[in-house]
């Protein structure tokens, strides 16, 4: 069967003016085996079939509900493994000690950050290569997914620099002294001077995500977790333990190998499993395995592409961003409630955002799933099957995180039980799940709204919106009912004008409160539709 030729000249131009279509293209340059469709001599075939299924993509032939179980139970089950990476370290750091634990928790919010750059080029990546897709536009998300990689190494690199040099000022920022400085400042050095691994995992994942492909991401963090856990638990050295009713610890599971490197064995089995991860993840993306394939001259800059990488991606950034500031002000309140007495007050914020994490799941799956469908079906020309398939999202989500929530609300201190040993833990930790637990419906339905919209390159508006809700109603909020006073650099304090003593669950009352209006909004936004006209 021969080859099909290569489009000449006239393809690349529009009839009307002779102007190119895409100055940045060559004709000469372009890969015959890659399917181009800018031709305006013929029309552009549709998008969907006339049943109103997909035509490209690993979701081509599927029907809504098909393509939404066929994307979202992989991410449930990966996000389930991705939030396993983070719960691993800090139940370890707990088997070492409450100073650990703390340590571990501080930098849980460093590694956000970090994430933040990873995940505003991955949500570029995401929307472009579903658009293309969806418009069967195969040669345009190749080379978003050659450049995307290109863009996470270098600012996963800075990133990861500037974090692991700015270690031991951040260790004081968060009242962390003695011990617990000195593991956070371990920890954190070693994670971010191997921040290019994760940003190579995490960058690829959120490509395959944009083709649809959600199968292999999945088995990607199956094998990242069996290696983060094995060799996190081997080189650190702890036990498993678990506390019995009269306070002792029980061991359940002795640590056979003799390595007991601590803190820094927990950070090097992170790192490695990284490795594992991002080679995974360039062996699949260079055999082509998700429908897209990594060439090696898309690894060259290609500044059209750049640009609009960055075009998605920046107001992302600077959106999480603005929203990982707002958190980090909490984690400072969590810590001078800390100092005011709360002993493990540091330790159990952390560990009731990991259990609380496995309620989000669900709802980041559908997120995703709306990200990608959304995306695709405005490729393709349909804003109406684009929404259907949001609201499907959004009830499946509601559904399966209100009864998360009702388990946090009827069984709160065995669900604590099962990830820390600490009293100090189980003394705070169950009245934060109750707390969460009855917003878990709203925060459903924020999650998915939000994650849609990103889907479909409405970033500016979700970047305005997040600092509207974190700034304007969250910060006030957690500030004034957590009762702490605010410490001036010259000495004396700014007393909180409620004149609560300080307290961890009356903070987490005022997060939650931030959430309905965060739902509220984001619902706002959607259902006005500027998205479906939007163009990135």
């Known amino acids: 069967m021969p080859a099909e030729p290569s489009p000449n000249r006239s393809d690349l131009t529009r009839p009307d003016t002779g102007a190119p279509l895409n100055p940045q293209m060559n004709p000469e340059t372009l890969d015959p085996s890659e399917e181009f469709v800018e031709s305006p001599s013929r029309a552009r075939p549709s998008g969907l079939t006339h049943d109103g299924r997909l035509r490209a993509g690993k979701l081509a032939g599927l029907t809504m509900r098909r393509a939404i179980w066929v994307l979202s139970w992989p991410i449930l089950a990966e996000s389930f493994l991705n939030s396993m990476v983070g719960l691993t370290d800090t139940v370890l750091a707990a088997g070492l000690g409450e100073q650990e634990t703390d340590a571990i928790g501080a930098a849980a919010y460093m590694l956000w950050l970090m994430g933040l750059v990873v995940m505003s080029v991955g949500m570029g990546a995401t929307a472009l290569i579903a658009r293309s897709v969806g418009a069967r536009r195969m040669a345009v998300a190749n080379a978003v997914l050659g450049q995307s990689?290109?863009?996470?190494?270098?600012?996963?690199?800075?990133?990861?620099?500037?974090?692991?040099?700015?270690?031991?000022?951040?260790?004081?920022?968060?009242?962390?002294?003695?011990?617990?400085?000195?593991?956070?400042?371990?920890?954190?050095?070693?994670?971010?001077?191997?921040?290019?691994?994760?940003?190579?995992?995490?960058?690829?994942?959120?490509?395959?995500?944009?083709?649809?492909?959600?199968?292999?991401?999945?088995?990607?963090?199956?094998v990242v977790n069996a290696v983060n856990i094995v060799a996190s638990w081997a080189l650190s050295g702890v036990d498993w333990n678990t506390l019995s009713g009269d306070g002792s610890r029980?061991?359940?599971?002795?640590?056979?190998?003799?390595?007991?490197?601590?803190?820094?064995?927990?950070?090097?089995?992170?790192?490695?499993?990284?490795?594992?991860?991002?080679?995974?993840?360039?062996?699949?993306?260079?055999?082509?395995?998700?429908?897209?394939?990594?060439?090696?001259?898309?690894?060259?800059?290609?500044?059209?592409?750049?640009?609009?990488?960055?075009?998605?991606?920046l107001p992302n950034l600077f959106e999480?961003?603005?929203?990982?500031?707002?958190?980090?002000?909490?984690?400072?309140?969590?810590?001078?409630?800390?100092?005011?007495?709360?002993?493990?007050?540091?330790?159990?914020?952390?560990?009731?955002?990991?259990?609380?994490?496995?309620?989000?799941?669900?709802?980041?799956?559908?997120?995703a799933a709306a990200a990608t469908l959304a995306g695709q079906y405005l490729g393709a020309g349909s804003p109406a099957m684009a929404r259907r398939a949001i609201w499907i999202c959004t009830g499946v989500a509601c559904t399966t995180m209100g009864l998360t929530g009702l388990l946090f609300i009827l069984f709160p201190r065995p669900i604590a039980s099962l990830f820390t040993p600490l009293e100090s833990h189980l003394q705070v930790v169950p009245a934060l799940l109750i707390i969460s637990g009855c917003v878990q419906i709203p925060f459903a339905a924020s999650i998915v709204w939000r994650s849609a919209?990103?889907?479909?390159?409405?970033?500016?508006?979700?970047?305005?919106?997040?600092?509207?809700?974190?700034?304007?109603?969250?910060?006030?909020?957690?500030?004034?009912?957590?009762?702490?006073?605010?410490?001036?650099?010259?000495?004396?304090?700014?007393?909180n004008p409620s004149g609560r003593e300080p307290s961890l669950a009356w903070l987490?009352?005022?997060?939650?409160?931030?959430i309905l209006f965060r739902a509220v909004v984001f619902g706002a936004r959607f259902r006005k539709g500027a998205w479906t006209r939007g163009r990135i």
């Not at 371990?186 to 690829?204: C, D, E, K």
């Not at 007495?341 to 799941?361: N, P």
């Not at 997040?466 to 004396?492: C, E, H, K, N």
């Not at 987490?508 to 931030?514: I, R, Y």
């Open 320 to 367: 999480t961003f603005g929203m990982w500031i707002g958190n980090y002000a909490v984690m400072l309140f969590v810590g001078l409630i800390g100092a005011a007495g709360v002993a493990g007050a540091m330790g159990a914020h952390i560990v009731a955002i990991r259990i609380e994490a496995f309620s989000f799941l669900p709802g980041f799956a559908m997120g």
């Open 250 to 313: 029980n061991v359940v599971l002795a640590n056979p190998f003799g390595f007991n490197l601590g803190i820094t064995g927990i950070a090097l089995g992170t790192v490695l499993s990284q490795a594992v991860g991002a080679a995974m993840v360039l062996s699949m993306a260079a055999r082509g395995t998700w429908g897209i394939r990594l060439r090696s001259r898309r690894l060259k800059p290609h500044w059209h592409t750049i640009r609009r990488i960055v075009r998605v991606g």
């Open 508 to 514: 987490w009352v005022g997060l939650c409160v931030e």
């Open 453 to 495: 919209l990103r889907g479909v390159g409405d970033v500016k508006a979700v970047m305005h919106l997040t600092w509207w809700t974190t700034y304007a109603v969250r910060l006030p909020l957690a500030y004034l009912l957590s009762g702490v006073d605010i410490p001036l650099p010259g000495g004396g304090v700014i007393p």
């Open 149 to 222: 990689l290109i863009v996470s190494l270098v600012a996963g690199a800075i990133t990861g620099a500037i974090v692991a040099s700015t270690a031991p000022l951040t260790a004081s920022m968060m009242s962390l002294s003695g011990d617990g400085a000195r593991a956070f400042t371990t920890y954190i050095t070693i994670v971010a001077s191997a921040m290019p691994l994760m940003s190579t995992l995490f960058t690829g994942i959120a490509c395959a995500r944009g083709v649809g492909d959600s199968i292999r991401p999945l088995w990607i963090m199956v």
